[in-house]
């Protein structure tokens, strides 16, 4: 119903900046009421939450990335973009667009939670 699919991973020095991108598609009332958020997923460690971003543009980030990252959508699109700057080695991972939303099943109303992943880009910083 939903797919996602992110890109703009690179390999970038220290210091330097990069635009991720994560294109939606399928169920547009669902990308459009959705909550979508960054992951990330460093070697060896566990996958972390990074930025999200709500159906109306209300933005939250991890402590380490304030003021560094920003998270943006665009509905139209169906698009959501994480703008990082003054990367760090300890940004290096693969990173994860996350839709979540819920939808409607049948005329009582019935809800059903709906969470989608796509497969990841690979951003590495050098030192």
């Known amino acids: 119903q939903v797919q996602l699919v992110e890109s703009g991973g690179d390999l970038v020095q220290a210091g330097g900046s990069l635009r991720l991108s994560c294109a939606a598609s399928g169920d547009t009332y669902c990308i459009s009421n959705s909550y979508l958020s960054w992951y990330r997923q460093a070697p060896g460690k566990e996958r972390e939450w990074v930025a999200g971003?709500?159906?109306?543009?209300?933005?939250n980030y991890k402590d380490s990335v304030k003021g560094r990252f920003t998270i943006s959508r665009d509905n139209a699109k169906k698009m959501m973009y994480l703008q990082m700057n003054s990367l760090e080695p300890e940004d290096t991972a693969v990173y994860y667009c996350?839709?979540?939303?819920?939808?409607?099943?049948?005329?009582?109303?019935?809800?059903?939670?709906?969470?989608?992943w796509g497969q990841g880009t690979l951003v590495s910083v050098s030192s």
């Open positions: 971003i709500s159906d109306g543009s209300s933005t």
């Open positions: 996350k839709l979540a939303c819920s939808v409607i099943v049948n005329i009582e109303g019935a809800e059903r939670h709906l969470e989608v």
